[in-house]
């Protein structure tokens, strides 16, 4: 997936932080480069977006070789009142479980109608 990210305009249900952090936790090795194509982000938009998890203490790092380790802190509450109490690991399991229902039976996407 090579070249600028698309554009995107309007709402989306996901921040980039929670697409960024599900990244992660899919591949604790991932490089920013991967976590920016997946996301259809750029490069800078990922560094920055990791600087914040790790200043507000989400997310850690430690350089092995060229590459980095991340570590999530799943006890962490996320920011928003709304939901005050909820986890980043909650979260994940949420995003983890819709990413393992939405492909089915060879990679085939999953949807509640039917093909036209």
Known sequence: MGGAPESHTGWTFLTNHARVLAAIADDKNVRIRDIA????????AVQKIIGDLEREGYLSHTREGRGNIYRIDPAKVLRHPAESGLTVAALL????QDEAHRF?????????????
């Open 93 to 96: 399991a949420l995003l983890a």
């Open 37 to 44: 194509a997946h996301c259809r982000l750029t490069e800078r």
């Open 104 to 116: 089915q039976e060879g990679g085939a996407a999953s949807t509640d109608r039917p093909a036209p």
